[in-house]
């Protein structure tokens, strides 16, 4: 087998990891009050799997359960913000050999490299890219567009900080941490 082949367990991860992140993009968002824009939980989810999975994986869950997501409820994929959702689930996974949450330490040095790459990650995608590609592709209203980009960036950084920091410490303290465990005379 190839090193570069994505794993059985990896490829399940981005199945179910796709599933979870439209039923929570579906049932447990909270509308803002700017059109199409919602505090959305499924971003904090997106980085736990992006984090224990890798970037490949975080990436594809972005893009496939938010294309998903907006196929079923909406009737068609809004593009510019898939891609961005891929992107961000990316970038945050590339952080993930750095943070070994496998190692079972996800002290304090971590959670702030974590915080900082998710935060850089999407201030780029949703305040730069979604709003740059909604006027390109759909000739949306700059105003509008980037006014939800930056809503919903900014919700979704802070649900990352927050939902997606509390889900990494809670698996980081279900895994064993290295040289936890000694061998008995």
């Known amino acids: 087998m190839k090193r570069n082949q994505l794993s059985i367990k990896t490829i399940v991860a981005i199945g179910i990891g796709s599933a979870v992140f439209v039923i929570l993009g579906r049932f447990a968002s909270i509308p803002t009050g700017v059109p199409n824009t919602n505090f959305d939980t499924s971003y904090g989810f997106l980085a736990l799997m992006a984090v224990v999975f890798g970037p490949i994986a975080g990436g594809l869950i972005?893009?496939?359960?938010?294309?998903?997501?907006?196929?079923?409820?909406?009737?068609?994929p809004w593009w510019s913000w898939v891609v961005v959702s891929g992107f961000v689930g990316f970038l945050i996974g590339l952080v993930a050999k750095k943070i070994n949450i496998e190692s079972g330490i996800f002290n304090i040095k971590k959670i702030i490299l974590f915080n900082v790459i998710?935060?850089?990650?999407?201030?780029?995608?949703?305040?730069?890219?979604?709003?740059?590609?909604?006027?390109?592709?759909?000739?949306?209203?700059?105003?509008?567009?980037?006014?939800?980009?930056?809503?919903?960036?900014?919700?979704?950084?802070?649900?990352?900080?927050?939902?997606?920091?509390?889900?990494?410490?809670?698996?980081?303290k279900s895994r064993s941490q290295s040289g936890s465990l000694i061998k008995e005379d």
């Open 118 to 172: 998710q935060i850089v990650a999407q201030a780029i995608g949703w305040f730069l890219i979604a709003p740059s590609l909604d006027v390109l592709i759909y000739a949306e209203p700059a105003n509008k567009v980037y006014l939800q980009g930056i809503v919903a960036g900014g919700l979704n950084m802070v649900t990352v900080a927050v939902l997606g920091t509390l889900l990494l410490a809670i698996y980081a």
């Open 62 to 76: 972005g893009l496939i359960g938010h294309a998903l997501k907006d196929a079923i409820f909406y009737g068609t």
